[in-house]
């Protein structure tokens, strides 16, 4: 391999030593660009060709799956795909490097728009070709590998024929705030200074049917195995060493003979990675790695297409790679232990020679040693997974996992003994309670984190000290908070207002009596400034405000002592909507101290109510983003996870996936949220234990006795409006007005629980369930109603327990409701019974999904009530039993221990820990458990890095030719996501401008002589100049690139337009495409049209997001079918769907200024590049960067030009002014000089870009410290300071 920033041969035997020269003003390696040429000895039959994977191992597109993350399977498809593709479109033919004059580089084709899409009507045989004209993210664009060539001079030694271009990137900051794109100074000490580059061998081998020494030969399909390798020999490819693409009509092979594959990787290794069971005689082996575009399925080995049973399966990213080890601080090659010069060999300018499946070679050498390790550790995994039989194995010589449960309440009962003043605590009743028995507290080493509720008042520091030593024995760390502060928090916020959203309540339900805002539910002092607004109007919510404070308060207090508590590795579980701040504001802590110390579980216990109803709280987005910081996210029904992920698409913007083993996933600031559901069931062993007591089988006698010859209909329900308990009353009165002979054989025995969390609430529904109670008996008689209010939150369980045993059916008649335990209680304790009881359950609570043998309701039709209730009482013995045999296994079974570990399982799955389920910290940081392509995956984002300012600044003083090119929406303008419900604007109608300082922070960068300042927009040319066009010095790109407007002089009132010839007949095009997209505007709402130069678009950005989109993909289809003449295609991207020129992308615009920029002042060169953009179509930006950089000096006849330029508007160009003319060749002067190139993606997320920022504002924040070198901030860094302040 050969490092260099030159085109001098410096190789091995003459290491780069850096420039430096008087513009050494940093140590900073950030941004560094490094050039790398690589040489392999390839014995290859005619027709095939040699290629090495770029950058990135694989596509770091979105194609990839869960299977095959890195995108392997795609890589071969598209190969195999454009290897038989004939004609002249870049990628045909010619890019693969077999017999096509007009060779065209990966990384040429994505910046020029060649190659990236299949001209409209060409018959190619893959599943891709339903794609045609497409612009899709899934679509693999991208392949990430450079093409080698060879000569009759120099076979078989393969050369790259342009450099493989690297950026170096600091290490990974465990500082990467989300508040902060800086880091202090004493992140500078890295323990590093190597940069690991990966890489592997690709042979494409299309045309390799020849009977010439090189030749792969012919062979029948009936051929012995041994011949078949024998053949392979020949051209020293290895055997085993094979990747097909047996699902495609692909080979090489048309005339009836075997086929051969596509495209071959090396693996030298591969006779010790095949199973001995499998190897009966490893001579006669021959696996073939098989890949799909149209299946991702596992890869099964075989040969060429035809089934070999009991081949092992092999995933074509789990392959050897090779390492490349960089200096950071000199750009050098670091040579290994075993790298004896003497025994290396070089290419004539000074490239090390690999050897193709030479596996003998240095190259090696990183991945023999991790292989080696990971053997070990999968040796000792077995080992313990031996000798446990648990479902969580646990390594006993290591400390037990710690999982920190954080709930608002702890789940304790404390009471204060009156006359000793003794504080006694004991567990509640909760499946958050530790359980005697529990697998879940043997395996893993639990701590309770919460506040706890006293039966006698807590009065000075010494109960809270006594009461935190007893708790502390229970495992359990209790906080305090002032009165004023926890009344807000708990009977404000989260019962007025959470409570209400969360359980369906809106602001029209507000009207109510029983949902009117409560402004004296809480010790904190009445809002008033003595006008009308005083009166206490559901409307008025000004009172929120102060409760939303001593929330985050709150959220904030929890944030800050769990973050005291926790370690590396640690598992936080949060419980319920009281502290849905909590994973946010841990992760910024966390943040604070340098690390992610913790994985985080948010659980909720109550529904989530649909979108429509949680946009109506002005917070509401907040407490979303609170939520989504958790790694997991769980519900106890689907209803609940698909209204969180309605509510996420519609107010955040956020699309979901489905994730391998039947999970969900979110999308959320680079990281996949997991959306989990779960039931939980009663402790089966403490209701086993509570109906042998004594007080409940007397219990449930003396109910049989007090109601003999009575059936028993029980039900226990909390006395709030949407438990439904007024309208199963009415119900029950009409059953016995209609059924009069029930009048003296039924018998409701109802429970109502008055908590005092609702005052109101309960005080209203208290005075309508007497009314009607009274009514019903005073009608019926008293015999047929046993009514009760018993105060507090539950009631005894031996009561409990004692009237399920006594009952004949359990009635819930809830509005909007939870997951409610006493049903699956109920069943339960119907164990050994004659007739078991029977569950009527609503259609809107928690455990109508649960129940599969309960009797279904609505309690808003009364006539369906009652005819199922009637049903119950007279239900057949047998149908009883059938029906509480349904469910019975699983309430049995369900318990919440393996709750626990079912919903920890889900959380290590989906961290790549082990598969018995522990998450080992040590042998995660060292990835030694980890399989290749996860290493792999690991390693690539590591170096995918957040930016940080100071190295960019660093860069930026110690250069003096610099280009900063700036995508306009998402990236110096802050957009909302496409898929959000409401936006402030419509996207197109009128140009946002930037924030003031960004204008400002551009017009000081644009002064710089030193500085070539482009902003490149998809929108108008028009729009683009209202907004930013005054800005003298600064370059314009409109319509994706297509035409632009060099920097504007200063004096200059009015721009100079210019447009790239892309050779299409766009009036044509215009008028087909307006015709079909006016159709498609009067059929959707919010949508119009956008016409710009060399584009016509249709936007959906102000559209319902469901709605537009699939109105999208049916004007595609349309678009497609009537424009299939033309060279266009297709970009479906931030709520429009644009037609444009095929060739048309923002890297070409791109390519073209950097091109001119280094061919000014005599060829002087570029040396700073700052790229940023937010979308996929900024991607071509990026790689228009690197293959800028790589062709600087090196090979000019495979250099594509810019597309013509033309002048639109009148003006006059300064005759220095390069932009309407660019030099074929360009051989710059700057070759010993440093180049730093920062390609910057707007949100961390599958980007070519080699860092990121967050959003917008890190953009605006950077862009005015390179303009004034002080630091700015566009985020709410003070909001919870204010809270902190208003209960201070």
Known sequence: SFLHETTDSIGYRQQLEPTMEDNSTTNSTAGRVVRVHLACRAHLPIGSSLRVTGSHLWDPSESGSASDMSGARRVVAITGRDAYTAGDSGFAGGSLGIGAPNVVNEVEAAASGEGTMTPLGRNVASPENALIGVHDSHAPYYVSSVEMVTSPETYPIWRTRRPVVLVLTDKKSKRESVDDMDDDDDDDDNDSTVFHHNYRYLVVTPGAETDSAHGLGRFDSDSDMDDINNLLNKTKISSGSLSALNNFPLTSNDSGGAEFPVALWENPFLSEQADDDVMEDSTREMSTYSASGSSFGALTASVMGNSQRGKRQIV????????????????????????????????????????????????????????????????????????????????????????????????????????????????????????????????????????????????????????????????????????????????????????????????????????????????????????????????????????????????????????????????????????????????????????????????????????????????????????????????????????????????????????????????????????????????????????????????????????????????????????????????????????????????????????????????????????????????????????????????????????????????????????????????????????????????????????????????????????????????????????????????????????????????????????????????????????????????????????????????????????????????????????????????????????????????????DPKNTVFVVSGDNKENVEQAIGHIPGLGLAASNGSCFSPPLREGSSYRTWLALDLGVDWASVEGVALRIMAKFTARTNGSFIKRAHSSIGWSYYSCDPEFGSLQAKYLVIELERELAAFDVRFVNLKGIVEVIPRKLNKGIIVKKILRDVAARNNNAGVDFVLCMGDDISDEKMFTSVFSFVSEMNEDYSNVVPSPPVIQLSQGTLLASQPFLLEKPVLQCNNQNEQIYAFTVSVGKKESHASQYVDDARDVADLLVELSSGKRASFRRGTEDEMHLMQFS
């Open 316 to 1007: 074509l990213e789990d392959l050897p790679y090779r390492t490349l080890n960089i200096d950071i601080n000199t750009a050098s090659f670091v040579r290994s232990e075993n790298m004896d010069k003497d025994t290396l060999e070089f290419t004539d300018d000074g490239v090390i020679i690999d050897n193709w499946n030479g596996h003998n070679d240095v190259t090696f050498d990183a991945y023999r040693l991790r292989e080696g390790l990971r053997k070990a550790y999968q040796e000792r995994a077995t080992d313990i997974a031996a000798d446990g039989d648990s479902d969580m194995v646990i390594d006993t010589q290591k400390p037990r996992k710690r999982i920190f449960i954080v709930c608002y309440h702890l789940p304790v009962i404390v009471s204060k003994d009156p006359e000793t003043g003794e504080w006694m605590a004991c567990w509640a009743e909760s499946i958050l309670a530790r359980t005697a028995n529990s697998a879940f507290v043997s395996s893993f080493d639990p701590h309770w984190v919460g506040t706890c509720t006293t039966s006698s008042p807590i009065e000075n520091e010494a109960d809270r000290q006594a009461l935190r030593t007893l708790l502390a024995s229970m495992d359990c760390t209790v906080l305090f908070f002032d009165e004023k502060v926890r009344d807000a928090h708990y009977k404000g916020f989260c019962k007025q207002v959470l409570w209400m959203v969360f359980h369906h309540v809106d602001l029209l339900d507000s009207r109510d009596p029983a949902f009117g805002m409560d402004f004296n539910a809480t010790s904190t002092e009445k809002y008033t400034d003595g006008t009308l607004l005083d009166l206490e109007s559901p409307w008025d919510q000004r009172q929120i405000v102060k409760w939303w404070e001593a929330f985050n308060l709150v959220n904030r207090t929890f944030a800050v002592e769990v973050t005291k508590m926790v370690q590396p590795d640690d598992v936080v579980w949060v419980h319920d909507y009281h502290l849905s701040l909590l994973p946010r504001m841990m992760s910024e802590e966390e943040a604070k101290i340098g690390s992610r110390l913790t994985k985080k579980i948010f659980y909720l216990h109550i529904p989530f109510p649909v979108s429509m109803i949680f946009k109506e709280i002005e917070f509401g987005a907040t407490v979303l983003e609170g939520i989504l910081h958790a790694d997991i996210v769980g519900f106890h029904g689907f209803t609940d996870a698909r209204h969180f992920l309605s509510s996420a698409k519609r107010i955040l913007g956020l699309s979901h996936d489905s994730l391998e083993g039947g999970l969900l996933g979110v999308k959320y600031k680079g990281r996949t949220v997991v959306v989990t559901m779960s039931s939980v069931s009663v402790e089966p062993e403490m209701v086993d234990a509570v109906m042998d007591f004594p007080t409940t089988i007397s219990g449930a006698a003396e109910l049989k006795s007090k109601h003999s010859g009575r059936a028993i209909i029980a039900g226990v329900d909390v006395a709030q409006y949407l438990s439904g308990v007024s309208l199963k009353l009415a119900t029950y009165g009409r059953l016995l007005q209609d059924s009069p002979s029930w009048r003296d054989k039924l018998v409701l025995v109802q429970r109502c629980l008055i908590p005092g969390a609702r005052r109101l609430d309960e005080a209203r529904t208290i005075r309508e369930i007497r009314g009607i109670v009274s009514q019903i008996k005073s009608k019926y008689g008293d015999g047929v109603i046993d009514y009760e209010e018993v105060y507090g939150s539950s009631m005894p369980i031996d009561q409990r327990v004692a009237l399920w045993r006594a009952a004949d059916c359990l009635f819930s008649a809830d509005v909007r409701g939870g997951l409610n335990m006493m049903p699956l209680e109920f069943v339960f304790a119907q164990k050994g019974k004659d007739s078991p009881g029977i569950v009527i359950a609503s259609e809107f609570s928690g455990v109508f999904s649960i129940l599969n043998g309960a009797l279904r309701i609505s309690p808003y039709d009364m006539k369906l009530t009652l005819a199922t209730v009637d049903r119950a009482l007279t239900m057949s013995k047998q149908e009883r039993e059938g029906r509480h045999l349904r469910d019975i296994d699983f309430v049995s079974s369900s318990g919440s221990d393996k709750w626990i570990q079912g919903v920890l399982r889900d959380l290590f799955d989906q961290t790549e820990s082990l598969g018995d389920g522990e998450i080992d910290s040590e042998e995660n940081r060292s990835s030694e458990g980890k399989s290749v392509g996860a290493f792999l995956a690991t390693a690539q984002e590591e170096q995918f890095t957040r930016l940080r300012s100071k190295s960019v600044i660093s860069a930026y003083k110690s250069t003096s030719k610099r280009v900063i090119v700036l995508d306009f929406n998402g990236t110096i303008v802050l957009k909302q996501a496409v898929d959000s419900y409401l936006k402030r604007d419509s996207a197109g109608s009128t140009m946002d401008a930037p924030p003031t300082d960004v204008i400002n922070s551009l017009r000081v960068l644009c002064a």
